[in-house]
């Protein structure tokens, strides 16, 4: 179900909300609507934003690493719950403070996140294809 929100904003802020909208290529509503719920996902996990880059936008710890980066290299850690966090802490730099950011996030929005760890892996699978058949015709 959607429902109808009207908001009256300033002109300026209007101005950028157009000016970001023809760059994005989004309607406003659009724009805003996904401005509106990444702003009330980073209130309700401090410590998390929102980039984006060809492949969408996405969360990412604030001065960090992406939050399925931080999932993928806990399920890749080897050891018990505590030695994994102390591990991926160790190997990243990253605190227990910023782990638990990702794995909050993590927990509230699973499906996303685990979207974006089978979107890079079949990326890295397609580009290993790739490399492999380039090394093989210049072996011939």
């Known amino acids: 179900m959607s429902r109808h929100l009207s908001v009256r904003v300033g002109d300026e802020l209007f101005e950028q909300l157009e000016a970001q909208s023809r760059r994005s290529g989004q309607s406003r509503s659009a724009l805003a609507k996904q401005l509106l719920e990444e702003g009330l996902r980073m209130e309700q996990h401090p410590g998390i934003v929102f980039r984006a880059d060809p492949g ?31 591990e991926i802490g160790e190997r990243t730099g990253l605190s227990t403070d910023e782990i638990g950011a990702a794995l909050r996030y993590y927990a509230d929005h699973t499906d996303e996140v685990a979207d974006w760890i089978r979107r890079v892996e079949e990326e890295a699978e397609r580009a290993e294809a790739n490399w492999r058949r380039g090394l093989s015709l210049l072996r011939k």
């Open 56 to 86: 969408g936008r996405r969360a990412g710890l604030m001065g960090g690493p992406d939050v399925w980066e931080v999932v993928s290299a806990l399920s890749s850690a080897d050891g018990g719950e505590a030695e994994s966090l102390a």
